[in-house]
T-cell receptor, first 112, second 116 residues
Framework: SQTIHQWPATLVQPVGSPLSLECTVEGTSNPNLYWYRQAAGRGLQLLFYSVGIGQISSEVPQNLSASRPQDRQFILSSKKLLLSDSGFYLC???????????FGDGTRLSIL | AQSVTQLGSHVSVSEGALVLLRCNYSSSVPPYLFWYVQYPNQGLQLLLKYTSAATLVKGINGFEAEFKKSETSFHLTKPSAHMSDAAEYFCAVSVALYSSASKIIFGSGTRLSIRP
């Protein structure tokens, strides 16, 4: 069966520090991969998606970037964190087309 | 553009009572609709999905939803609420990005509380 792992579960970082969140999927090949952010009291917003290695699409302009160095690995990064980057970050995967997305347990990021 | 609207940001029911969470969608094409549940500090778990087969969709944990095209609705119900149902529920629609990818557009969520 397919599983998705995100780490770390929680992270506290100072403003201006770098960020790297990692997501890996097991049990499937060539999945579509997604990064969402859930800000406090708000819904989920799609940040990035990827349909293959090295293929990254951004949904909203922001301080973050994403990379997919391997088929089942998706990384969310920032060179300098802002206070507004705080939130709950969720990674998800899906197969082709309009199939449901399956989510990891998320990373709660707090910026001080 | 496709979207979903959840009516009521907070719903409170007594244990054993009917649960009804409302969702209306907007779509120019036959929609793919989902309900997800999120427990505190956890990711989202798929409850059920509508993909144009049966209009009454049964999901996990005793939940079901009925797709009504005439009302553009996809309400979530459960006959008898249990304390463990307390969580945030999201209605969502899938939007095609291009040939192999899609993105999920989520509603704003409904927090379900269960009274003993």
């Amino acid at each position: 069966s397919q599983t998705i792992h995100q780490w770390p579960a929680t992270l506290v970082q100072p403003v201006g520090s770098p960020l790297s969140l990692e997501c890996t999927v097991e049990g499937t090949s060539n999945p579509n991969l997604y990064w969402y952010r859930q800000a406090a009291g708000r819904g989920l917003q799609l940040l990035f998606y990827s349909v293959g290695i090295g293929q990254i699409s951004s949904e909203v302009p922001q301080n973050l970037s994403a990379s997919r160095p391997q088929d089942r690995q998706f990384i969310l990064s920032s060179k300098k964190l802002l206070l507004s980057d705080s939130g709950f970050y969720l990674c998800a995967w899906s197969v082709l087309g309009n199939q449901p997305q399956h989510f990891g347990d998320g990373t709660r990021l707090s910026i001080l | 553009a496709q979207s979903v609207t959840q009516l009521g940001s907070h719903v409170s029911v007594s244990e054993g009572a009917l649960v009804l969470l409302r969702c209306n969608y907007s779509s120019s094409v036959p929609p793919y609709l989902f309900w997800y549940v999120q427990y505190p500090n956890q990711g989202l778990q798929l409850l059920l999905k509508y993909t144009s087969a049966a209009t009454l969709v049964k999901g996990i944990n005793g939940f079901e939803a009925e797709f009504k095209k005439s009302e553009t609705s996809f309400h979530l119900t459960k006959p008898s609420a249990h304390m463990s149902d307390a969580a945030e529920y999201f209605c969502a629609v899938s939007v095609a990005l291009y040939s192999s990818a899609s993105k999920i557009i989520f509603g704003s969520g409904t927090r379900l509380s269960i009274r003993p």
